[in-house]
């Protein structure tokens, strides 16, 4: 028997505008929310599959420093390059953590400067 991941927790002082963002982003929606406390989102097929949820929960903390956990994107149906131009366009910043010039994933952060990370596309083994 093992575990799952069920859900990633995101503190952040926007849930709906990071919900926007990461719905855009992963092509999620969302599943469940409590007005001014948090949003859920998640695949269109709902909790339990193989991909966990994010919970937005509002927070006025201040973000300090480089999180120790971050997200890690593939692109699905289109290279590196052309994932890169979509996630700019939905708000995507570039950021730079120190990772190398001749990196091959590119650090990008969200609208509230949480870093996830773009890497090559992946594609299922035989």
């Not at 927790?9 to 990461?22: G, I, N, Q, S």
């Not at 859920?40 to 999180?67: C, M, V, Y």
């Not at 950021?95 to 400067?113: F, K, N, R, T, Y």
Request: charged residues 30%; hydrophobic residues 40%.
């Amino acid at each position: 028997m093992a575990c799952r991941i069920g859900e990633l927790v995101l503190k952040c002082r926007d849930p709906e505008v990071l919900a926007r963002f990461w719905c855009e982003i992963l092509d999620f929606v969302v599943l469940d929310r409590e007005e001014g406390v948090y949003i859920e989102i998640g695949p269109r097929e709902g909790f339990g599959g193989p991909q966990p949820t994010i919970f937005l929960i509002r927070s006025d903390e201040p973000k300090n420093g480089h999180a120790r956990l971050h997200i890690d994107v593939n692109p699905t149906d289109r290279d590196q390059d052309a994932e890169l131009e979509r996630l700019l366009a939905v708000g995507a910043k570039p950021v730079d953590i120190g990772q190398p010039a001749d990196a091959s994933w590119h650090v990008l952060a969200d609208p509230e400067g949480n870093e996830f990370c773009l890497l090559k596309r992946r594609l299922d083994p035989l």
